[in-house]
C-alpha cells in the first residue's frame, strides 16, 4: 500500500505530467468515503494506526518550502495535485487551503495547474464546491452508474448515493474532468452493458469538458482484478468519441 507525505514528488502522471502532491489525510493511515477494491492506498480497515489530519497553516509552511526549493532545483511543476491516502475534501480546512496553494501557485510556479482527484462524494456541500470551482482541474469520480454497482467497486460510506452526486456535478455546467476506472473482477466489469450504457448516460446529461479513462496501473487490495488495454477502452468508448467528447484514455 502507498503511504504519502503531505506534500510529495512531483512524481510522473500519465494524466498530469510533472504533478505535485499534497495529502490532506494521515502521513500514516487512510481516511476516505470510499472503500474502492483498486486503491493503490489498500483497504480502509488497513490504514487506521493514524488519524490526524493536517490543519492548513501546517500544510501551507511546507508546500512553500517544497516549492521554494523546487525553484531553486529548477525542477518543472505541471500540476499541483490534491491526492494521497484518501478523500482530500474531507479535511476540514480545506477551502482555506485550496486558497492558500492557488496563491503560493502563483507566486512560485504561475504556469502550474492546480488540480484535486475526488470521488466527488463531497461535492454537494458548498463549501467544497466553491473550493472546487477555483482550481484549474476538478476531477471528480463517477466509476458505476447506480448506487448497487458504485457498492461493488467503490464500497462507499453510508449515505452515498449516486443521484446525489450527479446533482451536484451539475452545477459545474460541464467545466470539470470526470474520471473513470474500467476494469474488471468477479462481480463487476466497467463493459458490461448494465455498467457501460448506464455511465456513457452520465457523461452525455453532465458534458464534462474532458473525460479521463484508465485502468489498473498499480497493485489493487482486491486480488484477481483484470485491466483492460487502451484498445479495448477505445472501443468501449467509441459512441462517445463519435459524438464529439474529450476523452483520454490511459492503459
Same mark, same amino acid.
Given at each position: 500500500?502507498?503511504?504519502e507525505?503531505?506534500?510529495?514528488?512531483?512524481?510522473? &502522471?500519465?494524466?498530469?505530467?510533472?504533478?505535485?502532491?499534497?495529502?490532506?489525510?494521515?502521513?500514516?493511515?487512510?481516511?476516505?468515503?470510499?472503500?474502492?477494491?483498486?486503491?493503490?492506498? /489498500?483497504?480502509?480497515?488497513?490504514?487506521?494506526?493514524?488519524?490526524?489530519?493536517?490543519?492548513?497553516?501546517?500544510?501551507?509552511?511546507?508546500?512553500?518550502?517544497?516549492?521554494?526549493?523546487?525553484?531553486?532545483?529548477r525542477?518543472?511543476?505541471?500540476?499541483?495535485?490534491? &491526492?494521497?491516502?484518501?478523500?482530500?475534501?474531507?479535511?476540514?480546512?480545506?477551502?482555506?487551503?485550496?486558497?492558500?496553494?492557488?496563491?503560493?501557485?502563483?507566486?512560485?510556479?504561475?504556469?502550474?495547474k492546480?488540480?484535486?482527484?475526488?470521488?466527488?462524494?463531497?461535492?454537494?456541500?458548498?463549501?467544497?464546491?466553491?473550493?472546487?470551482?477555483?482550481?484549474?482541474?476538478?476531477?471528480?469520480?463517477?466509476?458505476?452508474?447506480?448506487?448497487?454497482?458504485?457498492?461493488?467497486?467503490?464500497?462507499?460510506?453510508?449515505?452515498?448515493?449516486?443521484?446525489r452526486?450527479?446533482?451536484?456535478?451539475?452545477?459545474?455546467?460541464?467545466?470539470?474532468?470526470?474520471?473513470?476506472?474500467?476494469?474488471? &473482477?468477479?462481480?463487476?466489469?466497467?463493459?458490461?452493458?448494465?455498467?457501460?450504457? /448506464?455511465?456513457?448516460?452520465?457523461?452525455?446529461?453532465?458534458?464534462?469538458?474532458?473525460?479521463?479513462?484508465?485502468?489498473?496501473?498499480?497493485?489493487?487490495p482486491?486480488?484477481?482484478?483484470?485491466?483492460?488495454?487502451?484498445?479495448?477502452?477505445?472501443?468501449?468508448?467509441?459512441?462517445?468519441?463519435?459524438? /464529439?467528447?474529450?476523452l483520454?484514455?490511459?492503459?
Amino acid at each position: 500500500m502507498i503511504r504519502e507525505e503531505t506534500v510529495f514528488g512531483p512524481i510522473f &502522471s500519465r494524466r498530469l505530467g510533472s504533478s505535485l502532491g499534497i495529502n490532506l489525510l494521515p502521513v500514516n493511515g487512510k481516511i476516505c468515503t470510499f472503500d474502492c477494491i483498486y486503491c493503490e492506498c /489498500g483497504w480502509n480497515k488497513d490504514g487506521r494506526d493514524d488519524t490526524r489530519l493536517p490543519k492548513a497553516a501546517e500544510v501551507r509552511e511546507t508546500l512553500e518550502a517544497k516549492l521554494k526549493q523546487l525553484v531553486v532545483d529548477r525542477i518543472p511543476v505541471d500540476s499541483i495535485t490534491f &491526492s494521497g491516502d484518501g478523500e482530500s475534501t474531507i479535511n476540514p480546512d480545506f477551502p482555506q487551503i485550496i486558497d492558500d496553494t492557488l496563491a503560493l501557485r502563483n507566486q512560485y510556479y504561475p504556469k502550474a495547474k492546480v488540480s484535486v482527484l475526488s470521488n466527488a462524494t463531497q461535492v454537494h456541500r458548498p463549501e467544497i464546491f466553491k473550493a472546487l470551482r477555483k482550481v484549474d482541474n476538478p476531477i471528480m469520480k463517477i466509476d458505476a452508474p447506480t448506487n448497487e454497482l458504485v457498492e461493488k467497486i467503490n464500497h462507499p460510506a453510508s449515505g452515498y448515493d449516486v443521484a446525489r452526486v450527479i446533482e451536484a456535478l451539475k452545477q459545474f455546467n460541464g467545466d470539470f474532468i470526470l474520471q473513470t476506472m474500467f476494469l474488471k &473482477s468477479k462481480d463487476f466489469d466497467s463493459s458490461s452493458p448494465e455498467v457501460l450504457n /448506464g455511465w456513457m448516460d452520465i457523461v452525455r446529461l453532465l458534458k464534462p469538458r474532458e473525460v479521463m479513462a484508465y485502468t489498473i496501473d498499480r497493485p489493487t487490495p482486491e486480488e484477481g482484478l483484470q485491466k483492460f488495454t487502451v484498445g479495448e477502452m477505445r472501443v468501449f468508448l467509441k459512441p462517445l468519441i463519435e459524438e /464529439g467528447f474529450n476523452l483520454q484514455i490511459k492503459g
